[in-house]
């Protein structure tokens, strides 16, 4: 079933699609239609983003929004893509993968850039495999809420515009409705696509989407002796501070393979993620992940391993091994030190002093060894000063031996602080709010009977994660016993 266009639906006035991605032509994507859903309606509008992208609230209100972004018409100079791309899942080859159930209507010129939209969940593609092509509301609601609350963290990741459904039936393990996501990102190209390429020995192609993503994106890279080198030392150290901050808010992704790793450093493709309830570094949040390949304490060198894969794709367009290997040497000092800088800012210290790395060591081996709740942990501490009895924090720990020393430490640390500046920091640094698994199961649950003030309530905590929110502090709270229970695996 296609599509039928009455009369085309247009974007806002001062907006016009480009369609800089189909533009590379059809070795890199098939133009296709998206297939309609019956009777779509609104999940969640993000009218902050609406207003971000100049689309403004009141279009993102219209039945022509609706119709768009659940992929049922087509607005008007939009040119609908499926893209081509490959990858190592799960540390093998995978072969060709590609957007299954993705499609990229296009992008446009925006206060903030230009700025490309993409369908989740809008049907068969070319690249759809043994899937369905479609999305079912749970997972679609995750990664709504994930997305902005990412974003609210100040961490780098694509951005979710919308949430519509519909009462279509999607088999998974169980029968469930579709829905589809509208994100936004300045390019959804992943490490992957260059892995396609290059692992197809299509060289040209390779260098053609080489030299998109540096004109695109990483201009200054063309400056340089080598500038595919260069991008490759680019993107690392941009994942390098992707890394940091996903263990410094305690985030798992769950499916760290090559074709989920985006080539800007954003965070993408959110399916069994988790923000860590009990300090666990070893906690693997994917029950697909038999393994535990993509545990919380292993995603940095994960990300390492991904941007191995990714030189390796590149090395057709340099002049030796060595090259490859000198750009992705600095991801090696880039993580810790970004690592460290985030948590010294969880911990309020403004200025750095050698100890920092011994204090920041013993804070994680401390949380570990009392499996302290990790985000209310940090947000109690901002209250923690060396004068007072800090029993709020002290209450968290069953060795309070080791908490007392520990607490000597720090306080000894904080001798050094202005006590203004230090609580300044530590209340934008550790936030109130994160998108714990059980707060996203309750929004499910609600939004299956059609009550989604659940979506629309946590969107609004977590776009704002480090602000107070009276009234919502059960928001904040400790996990109930049944989110252990919660289980959350690739399939979605
Ligand atoms: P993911 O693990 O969600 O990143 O997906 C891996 C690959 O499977 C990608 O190429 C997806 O487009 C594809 N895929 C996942 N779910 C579906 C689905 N329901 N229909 C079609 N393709 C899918
Ligand atoms: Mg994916």
């Known amino acids: 079933m296609n599509p039928v266009i009455d009369k085309p639906l247009a974007l806002p006035e001062n907006l016009k699609w480009a369609n800089r991605f189909a533009g590379l032509g059809p070795d890199f994507s098939t133009v296709l239609q998206p297939s309609p859903l019956p009777s779509p309606y609104w999940i969640s509008r993000n009218a902050g983003l609406a207003r971000e992208l100049g689309l403004g609230e009141a279009w993102l209100e219209s039945q022509a929004a609706l119709e768009i972004f659940t992929g049922n018409k087509i607005a008007e100079g939009s040119e609908p893509v499926a893209s081509v791309y490959s990858g190592h899942q799960f540390g093998q080859w995978a072969g ?236 090696k000092t880039i993580f810790p030190a970004a690592l460290e800088a985030r948590m010294r800012a969880k911990l309020g210290l403004p200025d750095a002093v050698p100890e920092d790395k011994v204090l920041i060591e013993s804070t994680f081996k401390l949380l570990a060894s009392n499996k302290v709740d990790y985000t209310i942990f940090w947000r109690r501490l901002c209250g923690f000063t060396p004068q007072s009895g800090h029993e709020p924090v002290r209450d968290l720990f069953f060795d309070r031996e080791s908490f007392n020393a520990w607490a000597l430490q720090y306080s000894e640390r904080l001798a050094q602080v202005d006590p203004g500046l230090r609580a300044d920091l530590m209340l934008k640094s550790n936030p109130k709010f994160v998108l714990r698994n059980h707060l996203g199961e309750q929004a499910i649950r609600a939004a299956k009977l059609k009550d989604f003030s659940g979506v629309n309530t946590l969107l609004t905590l977590l776009k704002a994660p480090f602000d107070e929110h009276p009234g919502h502090d059960s928001f904040a709270d400790f996990p109930p016993d049944w989110a252990t229970g919660i289980e959350i695996s690739c399939s979605s």
């Open 96 to 331: 060709q993968l590609g957007d299954g159930r993705a499609i990229l209507l296009g992008d446009i010129q925006t206060p903030a850039g230009d700025i490309e939209i993409q369908l989740k969940g809008a049907g068969l593609t070319p690249y759809s495999r043994m899937g369905d092509g479609r999305a079912v509301l749970r997972s679609s609601i995750r990664e709504y809420l994930c997305s902005e609350a990412m974003h609210g963290l100040g961490i780098a990741t694509t951005r979710a515009l919308s949430l519509t459904g519909s009462d279509a039936k999607v088999r998974r393990e169980e029968i469930e409705t579709a829905a589809v996501v509208t994100r936004t990102a300045p390019s959804f190209i992943r490490f992957g696509h260059f892995e396609h390429f290059s692992y197809t020995d299509q060289h040209a192609q390779l260098k053609t989407l080489a030299d998109y993503v540096i004109d695109n994106f990483y201009p200054a890279c063309r400056d340089k002796a080598q500038p595919y080198a260069a991008l490759l030392e680019a993107v690392s150290e941009r994942t390098a501070h992707l890394m940091a901050a996903w263990q410094a808010v305690g985030f798992c992704h769950g499916v760290m393979n090559t074709d989920n790793m985006s080539i800007l450093g954003l965070t993408i493709d959110y399916g069994p993620f988790q923000f860590l309830d009990a300090f666990d570094p070893t906690h693997v949040c994917n029950h697909s992940d038999t393994q535990g390949r993509y545990a919380y304490n292993k995603q940095p060198n994960i990300a390492y391993w991904n941007l191995f894969c990714l030189g390796q794709a590149l090395l057709p367009l340099m002049d030796n091994q060595e090259q490859a290997l000198a750009a992705l040497e600095p991801y």
